[in-house]
């Protein structure tokens, strides 16, 4: 359910045209009675009775700002000669229906296409100012990663230590977290944004009711939190009444004090908005209060008065180098490098930088997409007008033997363009308000409560127009000029060119071809994708998923490390009850899958050449016969068994690559080396000596993307985690996936990672975005394919209606019907071949460069190239038939005796 | 003594200002005039009306920042001047006036069931 919000569009369309001396009285009048009417007739009532509003308040708004402009004198007399070009725009128009609707459709589907992108991008180029007071005093600190990029998170106890340098004032962090909460509508799963209490204080943010989260918080009343806005007004009804609501977070009843202000996104997590602020309690222990090397925190920090950026850059590197110095354990990354501080200021830290990357990589792609999709449309009618200019020569040559000026003329052409521009811009934005909300819909196939909320607003609006106008012009203004000039010299009477000179490429010819080229690159490319998830499911994993069932369970608080293995067997114990249970295994990651990105571990073999902070990689840690369960490929040795429990000498099974690397030409059977888990349910320095007894041909990766690296399996006993998967496996894996809810249902508190599910579906996460990405370019391709077989439509009928009289007398002495169609045919195809050609042109040096993306297939993949080919060549002649057939349906000596 | 008449539109909003009094601005004014006229009114007319009648000095629009109980949301107040009276009595004066040749138009609305 969405907050009774007016309509965004018809919103910022209103604002757009209202006079700014009336606008925010006007929209905030508009407000004030959406919102009584959302509450007496609901939300549905409410919105239309808006939109409503804004359609019938367009014009006089529009009216009466160009009275104002008018009656202000200036350029009052262009203005009225623009509106005679307009009307008179408006009139010719009318008369050729096809050609408007044609324009209006093509333009405004590719202008729905990047305003979508761009609406979606929008919060990357341009991240909402969060209304932080005395923003530019205030920087983000970052604490360098594992691998030595500088944006990665901090530590509480490192935060505290910022906090207290000379040259800041004060410092917050912030986490994200998932909680367990009740709101009365059972239990669900809310993003929260866990904060230093000082969060409010030092951001300055007002609550849009009650009050924020104090430094003194949690007081001796108990837990306090702040809800979004969204959720204020979704579950709260907007009412004043939430202050002082308790709801049920964690198990633990919690005071609502305040309502964040609107639309606040997440500090940590750029583009999240999370549902509820709650305070840092280290008693809670959501965030690891006293562990160096636990860092999960974003550090935003006010700068003390009078203190530089450069005095903070000096004191945070001097705290950097004292931490490497007491603490390298926490502070040495991966590469055995001194981690370091950086501090960006607040303005250029609202994306962080690491997400800004993937991102803009993202949003590229997008626009490359759609910005082909506009390409296509605006070729399409740039050929339009061309072969409209040319048929309308007549006509301007009138207008010029009456005395209108080249200027005039061109005028007017520009003036039909920019009604032209417009009208399509209206529909853009419908299209892409129904892009957008398609998008919305396209859920994050992860059980977490992400939302993707794409709404075009105002600059979307801006955007779009301005698209228009550019694209108005330049379809408008080329034939228009074109069209100009040689129409004074031609005579009134002359007719359309072209007609008497035979075979000539016909004006549209090369558009056409470009956009065929365009088409047949969109939807090679989604061949390419499709075949890629087709390679990606057939691609042998080294694990088999068939009939395996799988879930994240935590313990219980108050199990320590030492209850942990009772909590084991009796997980497992409760597993084994469900029908068809053949096997039951945990493990402390799932390979393949995101749940492997918890088993981050360190390596020290002691070989000569190794980095002093170790290997990083993935190290799972397993129950007996979880190995077997998932049908990894032993090469030698055994696997974990039962007696490599607590008290057993600690052992490990590797892949072959792990005993290649450290290893190379020997027998890695017997080795020993040193493990060191590094997440944040891990103790500080968790390290164990491992004896290889087992290696296996498997290398499962994280990503299809990641090369294969070494892997370690432990034994979970001597090895164990708080948070494990559990894997039950029979013949019906979704029916286990179901007995595992209700049998080993999540203990009180516990935020599970994953709910229970197969394996299978979890390993088909691995290509979603291969899915995503086919799903785009089909998408664009298919409207590409739309506008070209339009405009293939377009300029084959024109040269069959200027041609007419060559086939008629063709036909009539003695040429069959079939070889005229075939000419016809011919003359399509010849555009779509040529397209092809110039679309192939472009896609041999681009697309080996999207090789990384595909899995299994050649970037030139014959079939997925072929078929897009085909695919276009077979709409190329059947849009060339059509007007053949019509063509030689009419009677030869009808046309000859018309002339 | 104002040398034009009013416009219909203009009389409504002029007369719906007059009876709101201290509580005239834009919301209050389309809602007035659309249940005591019963005709549909946009906010984009209502606001090129008042800003016609501002130009005309009829009225005087007074923008205030929003108070309590307003959720955030300013208004606009609109306020007839001495002119604006003088219009809105001389158009009404003169209806009358054409009214009293009618005889089935004695005053009363007609009621429409």
């Not at chain 1, 009532?45 to 008018?70: D, E, I, K, T």
């Not at chain 1, 761009?118 to 007071?133: C, K, L, N, Q, T």
């Not at chain 1, 990029?149 to 901090?154: H, L, T």
């Amino acid at each position: 359910m969405k907050a009774p919000r007016p309509p965004r569009f018809a919103r910022a369309a209103l604002g757009w045209v209202l006079d700014p001396a009336d606008r925010p009285y006007a929209l905030a009048d508009l407000d004030e009675e959406f919102e009584t009417l959302a509450r007496s007739s609901g939300p549905g009532a409410a919105r239309r009775w808006y939109r409503r509003q804004v359609a019938a308040s367009l014009l006089p708004a529009l009216g009466s700002r160009l009275g104002r402009a008018n009656r202000a004198g200036g350029p009052g007399e262009g203005i009225r000669e623009w509106g005679r070009d307009l009307r008179l725009a408006v009139r010719t128009l009318a008369r050729s229906p096809l050609t408007v609707a044609v324009t209006v459709a093509s333009l405004g589907l590719g202008l729905g296409a990047v305003t979508t992108v761009f609406a979606a991008a929008e919060e990357v180029i341009w991240p909402s100012d969060p209304g932080y007071r005395d923003a530019d005093r205030l920087v983000t600190v970052y604490t360098s990663e594992d691998d030595g990029g500088p944006w990665g998170a901090s530590s509480y106890p490192d935060y505290q230590d910022v906090a207290a340098l000379p040259s800041m004032a004060d410092a917050a962090a912030a986490t994200v977290s998932f909680l367990d909460a009740d709101l009365g509508r059972g239990p669900e799963r809310l993003i929260a944004e866990v904060v230093t209490p000082n969060y409010f204080a030092l951001t300055g943010l007002r609550p849009a009711v009650g009050r924020p989260l104090l430094p003194s918080d949690p007081g001796e009343s108990g837990p306090v939190v702040v809800i979004a806005h969204d959720l204020w007004m979704e579950r709260f009804g907007g009412g004043s009444d939430v202050v002082g609501r308790s709801m049920r977070v964690d198990g633990r009843l919690a005071t609502v004090v305040g309502v964040a202000p609107e639309g606040l996104g997440s500090r940590r997590v750029p583009l999240v908005r999370p549902d509820v602020w709650v305070p840092f309690d280290p008693a809670t222990g959501r965030v690891p209060a006293s562990r160096r090397e636990a860092r999960e925190l974003v550090v935003l920090a006010r700068l003390a008065d009078g203190a530089t950026l450069d005095q903070v850059h000096g004191q945070l590197a001097a705290l950097a180098s004292a931490l490497n110095a007491e603490y390298p354990d926490a502070w040495l990354d991966q590469g055995g490098r001194e981690r370091r501080f950086t501090a960006l200021p607040e303005r250029d830290s609202r994306v962080a930088p690491t997400a800004r990357a993937v991102l803009g990589a993202v949003a590229g792609f997008f626009f490359g997409t759609a910005g082909l999709v506009l390409l296509i449309a605006c070729a399409n009618v740039t050929g339009l007008f061309l072969v409209r200019a040319l048929a309308r020569r007549r006509e301007l040559a009138v207008r010029a033997a009456l005395g209108a000026g080249r200027g005039r003329i061109v005028r007017l052409l520009a003036a039909e363009g920019l009604v032209l521009g417009a009208a399509s811009a209206v529909v853009g934005v419908g299209v892409a308000r129904l892009m957008s909300d398609a998008l919305g819909r396209i859920a994050p196939p992860v059980d977490v409560p992400l939302r993707l909320t794409v709404e075009p607003g105002g600059r979307a609006l801006v955007f779009t127009a301005v698209m228009a106008l550019a694209v108005s012009l330049i379809f408008s203004l080329v034939p228009a000029i074109r069209g100009a000039r040689p129409a004074t010299g031609s005579r009134p009477g002359a007719g359309a060119v072209g007609a008497r000179r035979g075979w000539r490429p016909a004006p549209g010819g090369l558009l056409v071809g470009a956009q065929f080229a365009a088409a047949f690159v969109l939807l090679a490319g989604a061949g390419l994708f499709l075949r890629s998830v087709h390679g990606a499911a057939a691609r042998d994993l080294g694990v088999d998923p068939a009939g395996v069932a799988v879930a994240t369970r935590s313990a219980p608080d108050g199990v320590g490390t030492d209850g942990l293995p009772a909590w084991y067997a009796d997980v497992m114990e409760r597993a084994g009850r469900g029908a068809g249970v053949q096997r039951v295994a945990l493990s402390r990651s799932l390979e393949l899958t995101l749940l492997q990105l918890g088993a981050m571990a360190t390596v020290r073999t002691g070989a000569p050449d190794e980095s002093p902070g170790g290997v990083a990689l993935f190290a799972n840690a397993v129950t007996p016969g979880y190995l077997e369960m998932l049908d990894v490929d032993l090469l030698q040795g055994r696997t974990i068994r039962d007696s490599d429990g607590p008290d057993g000498e600690p052992v490990a099974v590797v892949n072959r690559l792990f005993a290649e690397r450290f290893w190379p030409g020997e027998d890695a059977l017997g080795r020993t080396f040193e493990l060191v888990r590094r997440s944040a349910d891990d103790g500080p320095g968790a390290t164990r000596t491992l004896r290889v007894v087992g290696v296996a041909a498997t290398t499962p990766t994280v990503d299809f993307d990641d090369a294969p690296a070494p892997y370690v399996w432990t034994s979970l006993a001597q090895d164990p985690a708080p948070t494990v998967v559990v894997s039950v496996e029979g013949p019906d894996a979704e029916r286990l996936a179901t007995d595992l809810r209700t049998l080993v249902p999540p203990a009180e508190g516990e935020v599970p990672v994953l709910g229970a599910t197969t394996y299978a579906s979890q390993l088909s996460l691995q290509s979603v975005h291969l899915r995503v990405m086919a799903r785009v370019l089909a998408w664009g391709g298919g409207l590409g394919l739309f506008l070209a077989v339009i405009g293939v439509y377009g300029v084959v009928s024109f040269v069959v209606v200027q041609r007419m009289r060559e086939m008629a007398i063709r036909r009539a002495v003695g040429a069959g019907r079939g070889r005229v169609v075939r000419g016809v045919l011919r003359r399509g195809l010849a555009l779509a071949g040529g397209g092809l050609l110039a679309g192939g042109a472009v896609l041999l040096p681009v697309a080996p460069l999207m090789r990384g993306l595909l899995v299994d297939v050649a970037p030139l993949d014959p079939l997925s190239l072929g078929a897009a080919a085909l695919l276009l060549l077979g709409v190329a002649a059947l849009a060339s038939w059509v007007p053949a057939r019509r063509a030689v349906g009419v009677d030869p000596m009808r046309v000859l005796g018309r002339e | 003594m104002p040398d034009s008449f009013l416009a219909e539109f203009e009389m409504y909003v002029l007369l719906s200002a007059a009876a709101l009094g201290d509580d005239a601005y834009g919301a209050a004014m389309r809602r007035d005039i659309e249940q005591r006229a019963g005709r549909p009114v946009s906010i984009g007319a209502l606001y090129a009306t008042l800003g016609r009648l501002d130009d005309k000095g009829l009225v005087v629009l007074e923008p205030r920042a929003p108070e309590e109980g307003q959720r955030g949301r300013p208004r606009k107040y609109c306020r007839l001047t001495p002119e604006g009276r003088a219009a809105l009595r001389h158009s009404t004066d003169k209806l009358r006036v054409m009214m009293e040749g009618v005889p089935w138009l004695d005053g009363a609305p007609e009621v429409v069931e």
